[in-house]
């Protein structure tokens, strides 16, 4: 017997699902981005790196590693979880699971201090795990809490929760930062108390989708061949493995949601390399200051969460493939601008124009892949989305490095990365979605 699943659109659903997005953003900018990273490399590690195995790492050298690792676990567990979670209609409990154990971990980084090195990495290891991890399950929902008409919006609404959430912890945790001689605290403790108030963020936050985010129960799910396995949880990995080789299999009948797969991955990755590599391009390149490089990136947080609806209303009108379209052919606008810029102002002025398409390519990406996949496979296959977006971190940057080294200017590698958005754009045009939704409705998977 199956319990019906709440009906779509329905406000107090989607309030609970977009608070998510609210809850965890404030891991990803105060922890992953904002505040971890420089006191992990300036404390905890500090300018002489640390030694491992005999030889001696740059904090920055063991922090990319880590990040990398995180990536590469996610990218193994993502697609077997999200297979075991629809088929036993887990998916609420797997996005609780790892909401509130990443949030313990980040909690546990308030007690790193300098020297503490393996501490640090494994929490900060198991706390980006959990982030990634339950992301997936909480895109699977996305279909299942909107109609395909209301997706973009949906979908735009969530990301704009998470800009302005993650956006707001950021700015209090950066304001304790700056002003921590009037509270009486060092520097170094105002860091840690931010990111212990990401952590609490996080986790508090997390109670509304647990109260007003619910999933259709399934009785009897795990498979005659697997209910007398010992050790329940070696069953619900092989259901999950065998699942997940079905789908692989299958998965060259959906051409055209594959085809968009290959597309996000390459525009995908021209965006993660605008994020990722924009704060080292202004200091490096364009000699900013700090303040000016944090004053920016949270102009970013709070743009693009009107960008994600802004751009809700055009998908609505133009349709969401032209949507995301505009929003690449704005991304390259973008790049060509910054490889010009001379200026503090010129620099907030790219700030702005990459907040609004920012917000707009992710939400329109997530939306209209959510549109082509089969409902009740959605977390698995949000979990290829999620191994495709991990993908899409890797090249952008090598080829930043590679240019940088070779013409000592950065100015020539932000410039390489409209290759990506244009080659994306490309594939993206030959993307047909009736023919996806075709074969989503056809039952072949």
Partial sequence: MTIPFPQKNNPKTVFGWCMYDWANSAYNTTVAVGLLPVYFASVVVGPDGATIGGTTY????????????????????????????????????????????????????????????????IFFLISEVCFISANVFYDAFLPHI???????????????????????????AFGLVATHDKFGISQTQAVRIGILGAGLWWAGFTIFTAKNLFEANRENTLPEQYRGWRFPPAAYAGLGLSQLFKTTKRLRKFRHLVLFLVAYMLYNDGIQTVISLSTIYGKDELKLSTTTLLVTLLIIQGVASVGAILFSRVAELAGTKRAIMSTLVLWSLVVVYAYFIETTIQFFAVGIMAGIVLGGSQALSRSYYGSMIPEQLSAEYYGFYTVFSKFSAILGPFVFAIIRQMTGSARNSILSIVAFFIVGLVILYFVDEKKAREAKNSGDF
Avoid at 146 to 172: C, H, I, P
Wanted: glycine content about 12%.
């Fill in 146 to 172: 909107a109609t395909d008409d209301k997706m973009d919006m949906v979908s735009g609404k969530g990301f704009s929760y998470g800009y302005v959430g993650g956006g707001l912890q950021l700015a209090l």
């Fill in 58 to 121: 740059s904090a920055t050298a063991i922090w990319g590693f880590v990040v990398g690792l995180a990536a590469f676990i996610a990218f193994l567990l993502s697609p077997i979880l999200g297979a075991v979670a629809d088929l036993t209609s887990a998916k609420k409990r797997f996005l609780l699971f790892f909401a509130y154990t990443g949030s313990l971990f980040t909690l546990l980084l308030y007690f790193s201090e300098a020297g503490d090195v393996w501490s640090t990495l």
